[in-house]
């Protein structure tokens, strides 16, 4: 179990997140794939690597995902939002918060 802050892209592959609390009881676990996107704030988190997971922006099709601007946007939203511990924990995802938070995708002209 690790305990940093990040934002992972998984650009091709499969990869398990286990995810802890901030007193590491083990939550729950997450399935990423092609083109998800998480950001791990709080507690701690560990990786399994189900199929090999590519690393690279030549792998990534932008012209199939949310542009980059539009998680930027995304982090953007929970660093200004003064209640952002009740989010400990929890699992997100960007359009999802697109929708709480009141942002769209600038680059694909879309929200959640």
Known sequence: MVRTQEA?????????????????SYLE???L???DTV?????GH????????EKG????????????RFTGRCIAALAQD???MRKTGGIY???ELATEYGFTDPDREMSA
């Open 8 to 24: 992972l892209v998984i650009l091709r592959g499969r990869l398990r997140v286990d995810l802890y609390s901030k007193d590491c």
């Open 29 to 31: 676990s997450r399935i």
């Open 33 to 35: 794939e092609a083109h």
């Open 39 to 43: 950001l791990l704030v709080a507690g």
């Open 46 to 53: 560990g990786f399994k690597v189900l199929d090999a997971v």
């Open 57 to 68: 922006a030549a792998a990534f099709d932008l012209a199939t995902a949310e542009s980059p």
């Open 82 to 84: 003064p209640d952002i």
């Open 93 to 95: 995802q960007v359009a």
